[in-house]
C-alpha cells in the first residue's frame, strides 16, 4: 500500500506532529498477520512521538535475501532520492525488516540512502535510539550481522530437514510428472491423492508419489519398451504418441525432449532424487555433482522394471560415449547454427544431437559446453520455447472457452480478430495468455496486456503456469475501471484485483448464458 504523495513542506496533520512513512516486510505469505503487527507497533511508536503516518510501503510475501522483487522498498527509496517524499521520518519495526543479507553493509546502505535524502530512520522495536552515537552504530552493525546469519542457520536447517524427508521416502516438492501422481500421507498413515497443483492440508503432511491413471502408465511402459526393445529414438515414440492423439500430462504435444525426460527420470523406477539442482539464500543457481545428491532408492512403487530403467539409460550414455569430445562439440555448434541461440530445450529437442544431461556429464555444465564451442548467451532464451508454446495453446483455449459457453446456452462466434469472441451478439471478450515470469528475487509475475485497440468489453486474462505448459487460473477483468494498457499480476495481490480470479471458466459461461423468460404482466 503507498498513499499518495503530498507537498512535503504542507501539514495536513494535527499542529506540531511531524510527518512519517512507515516500510513494513514479511518474508512469507504464511505470516499473515506479520506486517499487522508490524504496523501497529508503529503506529505505537508514531503516537508516542507524535509523528503522523502519511504513507506506508509493504513488500508482502517477499524475502530479505534480496532486494530484487521488493517493490515496496524501490519506491520508498526512489521517493526519498527524488525529493518526492513528503515526510521527514521513516519507521521501520527492526533492523532485519530492510533485510537479512548475507552482505551486512548491504543493509546499511538502505539507511544510508534515506540519510542522504534528509530523511532519518527510527526503529520502532529496537531497545536502542537510533541518533548515530557509537553505540548504536555498533548494535545495527551486529544486528544486521545476526539477521545474515540467522538466514544462513535457518538454510542449513531447512536442508537438514529436507534431506532427512527424502531418506525416508517422502516427496520435496515438484510436480509428480506424466504417469505418477502425488498423495498426501498424513500423521495417523491415511493416504489422499493431490489434485495437480493443489498443496498439502497440514504441515505435518507428508507427500509420496504413486502410480498414475492405467493409461498413463502403460504409455510410460510402452515409451520404454519401444526405446529399449525396438530401438526406436526419442523423436520417433513422440511422432507415435501424438499420431495416436495421446498428449502429456499438461495437455502438450509429445516432443522429443519430453520423451528424453521420461527415460532418464529414475522417479519411475522408484527412486527419490533430490538436490540435484541448489538455489540457496537466493544466490545463483547451482547444479550440484551426483555425489552431493540425496537420494532414498526403492522409495515408491515404481513403475518401469530397474533393469528396463537401467537398459533405457545404458542407450543414452553410449550414444555420448560413442561420440568424441570434438564430434559432440561439432554437433552442438549445427545446433547453434540451425536455430541461432541454445538452451536446454533447444538441445533436446534438436534431432542428432546428444541430450543436454549428456553434455552436462561431459563437459560439467552447459555453461562450460557454450564455452567450448566459443557461444555466449546474451540471456535467458527459455522465453523463445516458451512463447512458442503459448501459440500453439491460444486456438485450444479458445475453443474450450467458446464450448464451455455455447454448453451454458450462449451464442458464440469468433471476430475477425483472433481471441476475440463476439458473445449473445452483446458484448466482446478478449482472451489473452499471460506468461509468467520469474523475477530476480524469486518471485512469479504475469504481464496482462490489455488491447484497447479491439475494443473489449472483457479480457479474459489466463495466467500460465512459469513451465507455460499448463493454466493456473484465470482473470476476467471488465473494460471500465481499466485505463491502463498493461497490468502486472503478482502471486499475492489487493482485494480488489483478486475479485476478478477465478480458478476456471465457469463464471464466464456464466455470464454468457441465456436465461428463459417465465412471463411477463401487463399493466
Given at each position: 500500500m503507498i498513499w499518495p504523495a503530498r507537498d512535503r513542506k504542507s501539514n495536513d496533520g494535527a499542529a506540531g506532529r511531524a510527518r512519517a512513512a512507515a516500510y513494513v516486510r514479511m518474508s512469507t505469505e504464511h505470516q499473515q498477520y506479520s506486517t499487522e503487527n508490524q504496523r501497529e507497533v508503529i503506529g505505537a511508536f508514531a503516537k508516542l512521538r507524535n509523528l503522523d503516518i502519511v504513507r506506508i510501503y509493504a513488500d508482502e510475501g517477499k524475502s530479505g535475501l534480496r532486494l530484487d522483487g521488493r517493490e515496496g522498498l524501490k519506491a520508498l527509496l526512489r521517493d526519498v532520492e527524488s525529493g518526492r517524499a513528503d515526510y521527514d521520518f521513516v519507521l521501520v519495526y527492526d533492523v532485519s525488516r530492510w533485510g537479512r543479507f548475507q552482505d551486512p553493509d548491504e543493509s546499511a546502505s538502505y539507511e544510508i540512502r534515506c540519510k542522504q535524502g534528509g530523511v532519518r530512520v527510527l526503529y520502532c522495536a529496537e531497545q536502542f535510539e537510533n541518533d548515530g552515537s557509537p553505540v548504536s552504530s555498533i548494535i545495527k552493525s551486529l544486528k544486521r550481522s545476526m539477521a545474515g546469519e540467522y538466514s544462513r542457520e535457518l538454510s542449513v536447517k531447512v536442508h537438514a530437514g529436507q534431506t532427512r524427508l527424502i531418506k525416508i521416502g517422502y516427496r520435496q516438492g515438484g510436480a509428480a510428472g506424466y504417469g505418477l501422481r502425488r498423495a498426501v500421507v498424513d500423521p495417523s498413515g491415511g493416504v489422499t491423492e493431490l489434485a495437480a497443483g493443489k498443496h498439502k492440508f497440514a504441515q505435518t503432511d507428508r507427500v509420496i508419489l504413486r502410480p498414475g491413471p492405467a493409461q498413463e502408465v502403460d504409455t510410460v511402459r510402452e515409451i520404454y519398451r519401444a526405446f529399449v526393445e525396438e530401438g526406436r529414438a526419442e523423436s520417433e515414440i513422440a511422432h507415435a504418441l501424438n499420431a495416436s492423439g495421446a498428449r502429456t500430462d499438461r495437455g502438450a504435444v509429445w516432443t522429443r525432449g519430453t520423451v528424453h525426460q521420461i527415460l532418464i527420470n529414475e522417479k519411475y523406477a522408484g527412486h527419490n532424487v533430490w538436490n540435484r539442482v541448489s538455489y540457496k539464500l537466493k544466490q545463483e543457481r547451482v547444479r550440484n555433482p551426483p555425489a552431493e545428491w540425496v537420494r532414498k532408492d526403492n522409495a515408491f512403487e515404481p513403475i518401469v522394471d530397474q533393469i528396463l530403467f537401467d537398459a533405457a539409460r545404458q542407450m543414452i550414455l553410449a550414444r555420448s560415449y560413442r561420440l568424441s569430445d570434438s564430434d559432440m562439440l561439432d554437433a552442438l555448434r549445427r545446433a547453434l547454427g540451425e536455430h541461432g541461440y541454445l538452451s536446454g530445450i533447444v538441445i533436446d529437442e534438436t534431432p542428432d544431437c546428444p541430450s543436454s544431461s549428456a553434455f552436462r556429464g561431459r563437459f560439467g555444465s552447459l555453461l562450460r559446453t557454450y564455452s567450448l564451442i566459443g557461444y555466449r548467451p546474451d540471456g535467458d532464451y527459455r522465453y523463445v520455447e516458451i512463447n512458442r508454446r503459448l501459440r500453439e495453446m491460444h486456438p485450444e483455449i479458445v475453443r474450450k472457452a467458446k464450448e464451455a459457453m455455447a454448453a451454458a446456452g450462449a451464442s458464440v462466434e469468433g471476430d475477425a480478430e483472433p481471441g476475440l469472441l463476439w458473445i449473445n451478439a452483446e458484448f466482446k471478450a478478449s482472451l489473452v495468455l499471460c506468461r509468467c515470469r520469474a523475477?530476480?528475487?524469486?518471485?512469479?509475475?504475469?504481464?496482462?496486456?490489455?488491447?484497447?485497440?479491439?475494443?473489449?468489453?472483457?479480457?479474459?486474462?489466463?495466467?500460465?503456469?512459469?513451465?507455460?505448459?499448463?493454466?493456473?487460473?484465470?482473470?476476467?477483468?471488465?473494460?471500465?475501471?481499466?485505463?491502463?494498457?498493461?497490468?502486472?499480476?503478482?502471486?499475492?495481490n489487493e482485494r480488489g484485483l483478486e475479485a476478478f480470479r477465478f480458478d476456471d471458466l465457469e463464471m464466464l459461461a456464466f455470464m454468457g448464458r441465456r436465461a428463459p423468460l417465465r412471463g411477463a404482466s401487463y399493466g
Open positions: 523475477t530476480p528475487g524469486g518471485g512469479l509475475r504475469w504481464i496482462v496486456r490489455l488491447d484497447h485497440a479491439l475494443r473489449p468489453d472483457l479480457t479474459v486474462a489466463v495466467r500460465m503456469e512459469p513451465d507455460a505448459q499448463a493454466i493456473r487460473d484465470y482473470y476476467l477483468l471488465p473494460a471500465w475501471g481499466m485505463g491502463e494498457t498493461m497490468l502486472r499480476i503478482g502471486e499475492q
